[in-house]
Nanobody, 118 residues
Framework: QVQLVESGGGLVQAGGSLRLSCEAS????????LGWFRQAPGKERELVAF????????YYGDSVKGRFTISRDNAKNTVPLQMNNLGPEDTGVYYC???????????WGQGTQVTVSS
């Protein structure tokens, strides 16, 4: 099992940057793929970024490509999400989630709020 805790959310002006962090507990962190999801008010939760267990594969949602960067440090059990050039459309609760290969995202953090003012 793995437990996830997000941090780094807050209020930022449009055009600004934030760096979220997902810290995981558990000795098998390096065997999990990680995803960052967000849920905006009144909208469904969407996957914004994904990184494989080894870090060799990443994926970004179309709305964040070129602006967000996901990485991982398996030695520190962390998965940062660097978010640049933020816009009001990036407002929402951001969640970190983990899954083992070929399985659903079964482990979720509590979420961190990101609010971008125009």
């Amino acid at each position: 099992q793995v437990q996830l805790v997000e941090s780094g959310g807050g209020l930022v002006q449009a055009g600004g940057s934030l760096r979220l962090s997902c810290e995981a507990s558990g000795r098998t962190f390096s065997s999990y793929s990680l995803g960052w999801f967000r849920q905006a008010p009144g909208k469904e939760r969407e996957l914004v970024a994904f990184i494989s267990a080894t870090g060799g594969t990443t994926y970004y949602g179309d709305s964040v490509k070129g602006r967000f960067t996901i990485s991982r440090d398996n030695a520190k059990n962390t998965v940062p999400l660097q978010m640049n050039n933020l816009g009001p459309e990036d407002t929402g609760v951001y969640y970190c989630a983990a899954r083992r290969a070929h399985m659903d995202f079964n482990y979720w953090g509590q979420g961190t709020q990101v609010t971008v003012s125009s």
